[in-house]
């Protein structure tokens, strides 16, 4: 454990911080340059994931919520704005596009500055609480899925603020643990193993805050945009389905179980039903975990890990979210103690977002792997024991 000291995990977040604004200034100033003052060098929007939302606001907001779930009118509008050609389609449910309908009342800059602020700030707080140590937010703002959606404008540090806040106050707060759970429904694929557990630990008020919440997003973004949006919606889905199945999609950025099968030239068929296999067991390991004696740092752990080895649609961008089970995971070991190898594999897995890309290029995708190990890690683990509050471990 040498190696893991205070001074090198003080030093080493720093400098990589340091990279971390150069390249940011970089992009900055490329989009000087530009034509619109909005693209960075390589001719993306800067905050480039972020422009779909913008985009999408921009066009509800005029009256044209179906026009987003519409692709060629939707790349048509987003290129039309930026002057760049950028063919991506828009497939979030219409729960997100009320989410992020208030964002076009300001101009793009404003509203991109505003949006990193404010999810970073949430995504800081809830790692602090998780692990509140003075080196947490250095480890948190140095971690390689930081800086991935950092500078995509993507929503992970969303995501990861509502399911970590959610499951910090589960025992303090049930009601409003459940109403932060339930909002993470606007991405589905990551919200789907959340009932699960809270099924499995018993915990009530929570689960029927967070289906409610769940269902009022869904039953106001249909009172506000109409039925149009959900049935395109569905639509959609079976386009993306047919386009993974083509090989259209970016499938090298898929860090996920089925992801990995299809880039190692697996059928899509035989890709799918392995993944279905996987599903069963990751839910029925879960369960298992969040009913059995076991901390509730390593319940949360082996939610969220759970979560990317569940579901077949997960990219690169996410992994954002690995900070939550790293961060109890890291939490309880400085605190009791570590299990052989595990400091190795949590550095491992803090690692993962920079090694991920480079295992698209070279066609080998082994986080699922990494992700696997960290989970059994968690379940297999001799440190098991009744499970404790949520706030005895986050003071």
Same mark, same amino acid.
């Given at each position: ?18 990279? *971390? ?266 369960? *298992? ?107």
């Amino acid at each position: 454990m040498r190696w893991l000291n205070r001074e090198r995990l003080t030093v080493y977040p720093r400098i990589i911080l340091v990279g *971390y604004i150069l390249c940011g200034a970089g992009l900055v100033l490329s989009a000087a340059y530009s034509k619109t003052g909005l693209t960075d060098f390589l001719d993306r929007p800067l905050g480039a994931d972020f422009s779909h939302y913008w985009i999408a606001s921009f066009l509800a907001q005029a009256g044209h919520p179906l026009t987003v779930y519409q692709a060629p009118e939707f790349i048509a509008a987003l290129e039309a704005f930026f002057k760049v050609t950028y063919p991506v389609p828009w497939f979030y449910p219409p729960t997100f596009l009320l989410m992020v309908y208030p964002l076009a009342f300001l101009p793009y800059l404003v509203s991109l500055g505003l949006w990193l602020a404010a999810t970073l700030t949430a995504f800081l707080t809830v790692l602090r609480r998780i692990a509140p140590h003075p080196l947490t937010p250095w480890l948190a703002l140095a971690f390689p899925g930081t800086f991935q959606n950092f500078f995509n404008g993507q929503n992970g540090f969303l995501t990861t603020a509502l399911l970590g806040g959610g499951l910090c106050l589960l025992n303090q707060s049930p009601w409003v643990a459940g109403f932060l759970l339930g909002l993470v429904s606007y991405k589905p694929h990551l919200f789907a193993l959340v009932p699960v557990a809270l099924i499995a630990a018993r915990r009530w008020r929570a689960l029927l805050a967070a289906l409610v919440t769940a269902m009022l997003l869904a039953g106001a973004s249909f009172l506000l945009f109409g039925p149009g949006v959900w049935v395109a919606f569905w639509k959609n889905l079976g386009l993306a389905m047919t386009l993974a199945q083509e090989g259209l999609l970016p499938i090298n950025k898929l860090v996920t179980i089925f992801g990995a099968l299809l880039q190692a030239g697996v059928g899509f068929s035989y890709a799918l039903i392995i993944q279905g296999v996987v599903m069963v067991l990751v839910a029925a390991g879960v369960g *298992y975990v969040w009913q059995g004696r076991f901390s509730f740092a390593r319940q949360a752990a082996a939610l969220v890990l759970g979560t990317f080895l569940f579901t077949p649609y997960a990219f690169s961008y996410d992994l954002a979210l690995l900070a939550l089970p790293l961060a109890w995971l890291g939490w309880e070991g400085y605190k009791t103690g570590w299990l052989p190898g595990e400091p190795g594999l949590l550095c491992l897995g803090w690692l993962l977002p920079l090694i991920t890309p480079v295992m698209a290029i070279i066609k080998c995708q082994f986080t699922p792997l990494i992700l696997a190990a960290l989970l059994i890690l968690v379940v297999k683990s001799s440190k098991a024991v009744v499970a404790a509050a949520p706030e005895a471990i986050n003071p």
